[in-house]
């Protein structure tokens, strides 16, 4: 075996098992982490229609309005909702993470 074949397949090994180590590391996460609901904040940007879809989760009702908006000093989605409980829900996430920002029921 040349040296070339040698280190091509070395690289390959630490390659590999660099690969199986991440893949049983994910599949051995702790039962908290399973449970965390689908509701759950996203790690990505969210369009409008997702936050719509999450604000009606939270508070079912008739969306009114669904536009960017800034609060808190970030960039959010504000869904406004006239809600099944009679308030009028003002909902804004984070357009960059999908995380609650603030919501408000009059």
Same mark, same amino acid.
């Given at each position: 075996?040349? =040296?070339?074949?040698?280190?091509?397949?070395?690289? %390959?090994?630490?390659?590999?098992?660099? %690969?199986?180590?991440?893949?049983?590391?994910?599949?051995?996460? &702790?039962?908290?982490?399973?449970?965390? &609901?689908?509701?759950?904040?996203?790690?990505?940007? /969210?369009?409008?229609?997702?936050?719509?879809?999450?604000? %009606?989760?939270?508070?079912? *009702?008739?969306?009114?309005?669904?536009?960017?908006?800034?609060?808190?000093?970030?960039?959010?989605?504000?869904?406004? /909702?006239? *809600?099944?409980?009679?308030?009028?829900?003002?909902?804004?996430?984070? /357009?960059?993470?999908?995380?609650?920002?603030?919501?408000? *029921? =009059?």
């Amino acid at each position: 075996m040349n =040296k070339t074949t040698a280190f091509c397949s070395a690289a %390959l090994l630490v390659i590999a098992s660099s %690969l199986a180590g991440t893949t049983f590391a994910a599949d051995n996460k &702790p039962a908290a982490a399973a449970a965390v &609901p689908a509701a759950a904040v996203p790690a990505r940007e /969210i369009t409008k229609e997702q936050a719509v879809e999450m604000a %009606l989760k939270a508070h079912p *009702g008739e969306v009114t309005k669904a536009y960017q908006d800034t609060k808190k000093g970030k960039q959010t989605w504000e869904v406004k /909702i006239n *809600g099944t409980d009679g308030k009028k829900w003002e909902v804004h996430y984070e /357009i960059k993470t999908g995380a609650l920002v603030s919501e408000e *029921g =009059k």
